[in-house]
């Protein structure tokens, strides 16, 4: 059996940190969120690290990329760039003034805050 990706190219592809603090899980359950909402799809970063050539031209053919940082290092969008993919949307959520730390119990309201202002971006323009 060949092994293929299963992901499709989409209007809103969102690509979320996974880190381990509580901003990069915060990062990823936002993209959950914004996914079962409809608004986006969320999609395999590691893929996209991994420069799976199938996955990098999925992404590509999407009408807007949402990178979501959970903190000023910027693997996601590091990544992207690395390659050679134009982010259209950014947020850190660190700079949305949520502190960074190592508590896993997450915040239902700073997961809601973030998925507005994703919202809020994605009503722009681009």
Known sequence: MAKE??????????????????????????????????????????????????????????????????????CAKKTLEHAGLNITDYIDVTEEGIAKNKNFKLSQQDILFIVKRIKQELRKVK
């Open 5 to 74: 990706c299963l992901c499709q190219a989409n209007e809103v592809v969102i690509l979320p940190c996974s880190g381990g603090s509580n901003c990069g899980q915060i990062a990823n359950r936002v993209a959950v969120h914004l996914t079962e909402e409809g608004v986006g799809s969320l999609f395999c970063l590691a893929g996209i690290g991994a420069h799976i050539s199938g996955m990098i031209e999925s992404a590509r053919s999407a009408k807007r990329l949402v990178a979501i940082d959970g903190c000023s290092v910027e």
